[in-house]
């Protein structure tokens, strides 16, 4: 039997998430967090609405192939409203998929098209009360291509489990770099990696044990194990590229590193002020373009975590699967090489250097990896040891590379997608 959610909860939660998926999958898409988190309407919402909230648009974008499948049956003609179309994608996940029971689902779902798209109320009203018995199909998510690149890659198991990994949703990963046992105890969670604690079962991160303290910060596993590659950093001036919101910033500076952290939007700066402030740290906060700034002397160490497609974390961020176009790969790769050339321009002789990227698209991981080692014969690639990621399963691409699948770590909740290349300048 179906949880029953969201049966007598308001109606701005509603609104909330309908306007969040009229923004992520309109002409000019925005990613659905940030149009969720930036909603003027969350002030009105206590915890629980909020949380109905998202999971509401983000139920909708983990299955809205298997959502339109359904309503077909029920709509002669795709509405040509987008905002329409939300609507009646919102009640079908409140039917289909949550339990929230028929009634409340139908009345709710209509006030909403009520208020928002007038003209198709009744065929709202119409479509949910017949569509309130009808079974959910399992139907293919991942777009073709998508699809297709992680078969070719990776092969036709892995490509499976990644689609797999991505209908379900994640744990909360906290990051912990001092007293994790004590930390995992009082929030009731489960050590993994060497530096994570991840909690199947929370309310408000704000309310959470250790989040005054800044004993801990919210971030992927996979994302965890990737600044314990560049070894030890004390003392050590590292470079941060494309900082926000810090949790490779605040690794770097609780590994002793004297931290540049480098960010373009003044936005996420201001994010990554507070999260720093909250966490204790203080690392030079730079708001700049990396291919435009430089910093008068070279650094021991840097890590660009570089802009990408980000399909390696679909499984938190759903909207990617209906937003990502084939050339997306090929146009980010370009970026990425801009900024692979300004941050070796400001590498120290003998200094690492960290690629990464939570892409699995090729493009964006080894063959960038190839291209710096062809490009640059003064990087050498340095063997990863999996043993810095702890019990995490790493993939080991060659010397140098390496790289997680959200297709691992099934069992215990599973992990973001990332490739990572380690390289060395010569002395």
Not at 35 to 64: I, N, Q, S, V
Not at 273 to 286: A, C, G, K, Q, Y
Request: net charge positive.
């Amino acid at each position: 039997m179906r949880r029953s959610i969201g049966a007598r909860l308001p109606m701005p939660a509603r609104d909330i998430a309908l306007d969040v998926l009229d923004g992520c999958l309109g002409l000019r898409p925005r990613p659905a967090e940030s149009l969720f988190e930036a909603h003027a309407g969350l002030k009105k919402l206590d915890t629980r609405d909020r949380a109905f909230a998202r999971l509401l648009y983000m139920t909708c974008l983990r299955r809205m192939n298997a959502l339109d499948k359904a309503l077909s049956v029920h709509v002669a003609k795709t509405p040509k409203s987008l905002t329409l179309l939300n609507v009646l994608r919102l009640g079908a996940a409140q039917l289909l998929v949550l339990g929230t029971p028929a009634h409340a689902a139908v009345k709710e779902t209509v006030t909403l098209a009520r208020k928002r798209v007038p003209h198709g109320a009744k065929m709202v009203n119409a479509v949910l009360r017949r569509l309130s018995d009808d079974p959910l199909e399992n139907v293919a998510e991942t777009p073709p291509w998508l699809a297709a690149s992680w078969s070719d890659a990776f092969g036709e198991l892995e490509s499976r489990g990644i689609e797999s990994a991505h209908g379900r949703e994640p744990p909360l990963d906290l990051t912990c770099p001092a007293d994790r046992d004590h930390w995992a105890r009082m929030l009731d969670g489960e050590p993994i990696g060497t530096q994570t604690i991840r909690l199947k079962r929370h309310g408000a991160i704000p309310d959470l044990p250790g989040y005054e303290e800044g004993a801990w910060w919210v971030q992927d596993a996979a994302a965890a194990a990737l600044v314990p590659l560049l070894g030890d950093l004390r003392d050590c001036r590292v470079l941060d590229i494309g900082a926000a919101p810090g949790g490779k910033t605040a690794q770097l500076c609780a590994a002793g590193a004297r931290v540049t952290a480098l960010e373009s939007v003044e936005k996420r700066a201001g994010r990554l002020r507070e999260n720093m402030t909250r966490l204790h740290f203080s690392p030079e906060i730079v708001v700049d373009d990396v291919t435009r700034w430089t910093a008068g002397k070279p650094f021991d160490a840097i890590l660009l975590d570089a802009p990408c497609t980000a399909t390696g974390t679909i499984r938190r961020h759903p909207d990617i699967l209906r937003t990502r176009r084939p050339g997306d790969p090929k146009r980010m790769s370009r970026i990425q090489r801009q900024m692979i050339e300004a941050a070796l321009r400001q590498l120290a002789p003998g200094g690492r250097f960290l690629y990464a990227v939570c892409s699995m698209q090729p493009e964006e991981g080894p063959e960038q990896f190839a291209w710096v080692t062809s490009r640059h014969h003064d990087m050498r690639p340095v063997p990863i040891d999996p043993a810095t990621s702890g019990d995490l399963p790493v993939r080991l691409a060659g010397t140098g590379a390496m790289r997680t699948s959200p297709a691992d770590l099934a069992g215990r909740g599973g992990m973001d997608g990332f490739f990572a290349a380690l390289l060395q300048r010569e002395s």
